[in-house]
């Protein structure tokens, strides 16, 4: 028994999931300030049971070598992918980080909870430059800085929100009962 006529090739369908998923994540890393190349060499890495070369990459994306080591280099810097070993090849090899809390919690980390901090920082700064300068002021523009720190008051509430949120978050990922380790598919 053969499959349906009207059904394509089983290698045909493996290359039209794998084609929409790396687009897609390209995509999708766009939508969250990464470049469309970082989705796409992670799209690549993820969906490939073996480890793969700058040189696969290269391949397999149609893009410069120079642009996938960059990508690399920064991804792996960011924990979303790591270099493996092979023996007797000296080429670098790359695979996927495969436990996604632990990625969460590696962009949270490295990006977002740094730049809420610095937001605070600044905030931080402001709000208490204003106040120090308040006494000093004509009356005209004490009203304007009183408008500004409260202002900046509803600013500094809602990225400390963010802070906590992002905090349990990091702290939620870290506590999966897999303990962070990168859940394995019988594949590696």
């Known amino acids: 028994m053969g499959a349906p006529a009207n059904r394509p090739p089983l290698n045909a369908t493996f ?20 470049s ?14 073996e480890p793969l070369s ?3 990459l290269v391949k397999r994306l149609g893009i ?9 280099r920064t991804m792996e810097h960011m924990g979303l992918v ?5 023996r007797d090849d000296r080429r670098k090899f790359y695979r996927a980080e495969s ?7 590696n962009i949270l980390r490295s990006r977002e909870l740094r730049d809420v901090n610095q937001a605070l920082h600044v ?3 402001s709000a208490q430059r ?40 990091i702290e939620r990922a870290q506590d999966q009962p897999d303990g962070g380790q990168p859940r394995r598919n019988g594949l590696e």
């Open 123 to 125: 905030l931080d700064d």
């Open 82 to 86: 790591r270099e493996v070993w092979i």
């Open 36 to 49: 469309k190349v970082m989705g796409q060499l992670f799209g690549v890495l993820m969906l490939s049971p």
């Open 54 to 56: 700058l040189d696969d």
């Open 15 to 34: 290359q039209a999931v794998s084609a929409s998923i790396i687009e897609g994540l390209g995509q999708l890393a766009g939508y969250f300030g990464f």
């Open 64 to 72: 410069s070598k120079a642009n996938v080591s960059t990508t690399m």
């Open 130 to 169: 204003l106040q120090e300068a308040i006494p000093d002021m004509e009356p005209e523009d004490r009203r304007l800085a009183e408008y500004y720190l409260d202002r900046l008051s509803q600013l500094q509430e809602f990225f400390r929100l963010a802070q906590l949120l992002l905090m349990s978050l």
């Open 99 to 105: 436990d996604f809390w632990q990625i969460l919690t």
